[in-house]
């Protein structure tokens, strides 16, 4: 058998800071549990960009579909703001979503006890919370036609489509059905369904796909109560199933009740390949941090998090994944925490890479 193979595409900002980190657990696993990838170290983004002048090469784009997974830091940064829509940073990771066809975009949000004092909302609200928001990524407003600004009249139009097809919203809220029925049975559609037709189609389908999970109670909420339902009780959610711009913000907002956005992992599924795993990428949910970027500040759970979803979901290692997400409970259990979640008084924060050390050493007393 030869060994699983990884792409990391590290990217900009604080990405190789928390890449870095990742790759800690990575030897470990080698060393320690006799999982050794194939690992192939490649550019994203900016970085891309100022070498190869776009933020994806054909290349880059062929190694993804060939690997068993692809993991990813983060894209993007001011100094590439005003560039071209065509070679954005950002675009390099939509066009690995696209290409890829990663329709299913898992975003849990898991509130480990130790955090439940470091979250923006009192403790009541978050200690022991643990959702998941399977966000549709291949589609929507991100990716309809017809977009652009043109001019009309005397003025200039920015314009953007929201389009879905039935069977779009039908494999991503399949999916949701699927986890659903792997927790607690509880699903919560998200759309506009009274301003938006594509939230009215969302809103029957997710229906007609609900009649093949009789077991599942699925729900219906407009995206604006969601958001604001998910500040007030998010415990009353299991999993939210939501589209591609409602995601975004959902799962931003979803970070703070877990103390930081530092913490949020995720996993972007695609069809099953040739050995029955799904297309994947693993990335966290936060962007590059411009702000706190080279300086070593950054934290590097979410990147790890989103590895430990890699062991479970491309990699059948559930147990090592656990073994993972114990190691980080740990850490946060001994008070170990990077500046993040220590808001204004940052004074006893530990280094991103303090923080990957001891979660290293935790998985080793494991
Ligand atoms: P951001 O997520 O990069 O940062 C938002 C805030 O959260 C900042 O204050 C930042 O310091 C903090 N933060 C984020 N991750 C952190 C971490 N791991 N540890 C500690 N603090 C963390 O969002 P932004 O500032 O709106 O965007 C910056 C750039 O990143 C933009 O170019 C944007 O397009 C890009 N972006 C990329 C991704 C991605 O690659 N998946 C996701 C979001 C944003
Ligand atoms: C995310 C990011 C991306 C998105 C950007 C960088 C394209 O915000 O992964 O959440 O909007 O999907
Ligand atoms: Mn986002």
Known sequence: MPNPSLLILPGDGIGPEVMAEVRKIIDW????????????????GGCAYDKHGTPLTDATMEQAQKVDAVLLGAVGGPKYD???????????????????????????AQCFDALADFSSLKRDVVAGLDIVIVRELTSGIYFGEP????????????INTQRYTESEIERVCRSAFELAMKRSK????????????????????ATEVGRDYPEVELSHMYADNGAMQLVRKPKQFDVIVT??????LLSDAAAMLTGSLGMLPSA???????NGRPKALYEPVHGSAPDIAGQGKANPIACILSFAM??????????????VEGAVEAVLAQGLR????????????????EMGDAIVAALGAS
Do not use: H
């Not at 977009?147 to 920015?158: C, D, K, M, P, Q």
């Not at 972007?268 to 040739?274: F, K, Q, R, T, W």
């Open 243 to 248: 589209d591609n711009l409602f995601g975004d």
């Open 268 to 274: 972007s599924l695609g069809a099953p390949m040739e």
């Open 147 to 158: 977009r652009g600004i043109i001019e009309e009249g005397n003025e200039r139009v920015g």
């Open 338 to 353: 990077t500046a993040d979640l220590l808001g204004e008084d940052g004074t006893d924060a530990v280094t991103t890479s």
């Open 310 to 323: 890699a062991l479970r979901y491309s990699f059948d290692r559930g147990d090592d994944a656990l073994a």
């Open 186 to 205: 509880k699903l919560c559609s998200m759309e506009k369904a009274n301003v938006m037709e594509s939230g009215v189609l969302w809103r029957q389908v």
């Open 29 to 44: 696993m080698g060393d320690n549990r006799g999982l050794v990838f194939d690992v192939t170290e490649d550019l994203v």
């Open 82 to 108: 005003d560039l071209d829509f065509s070679v954005k940073p950002e675009r390099g990771l939509l066009r690995l979503r696209k290409e890829m066809d990663l329709f299913a975009n898992l975003r849990p």
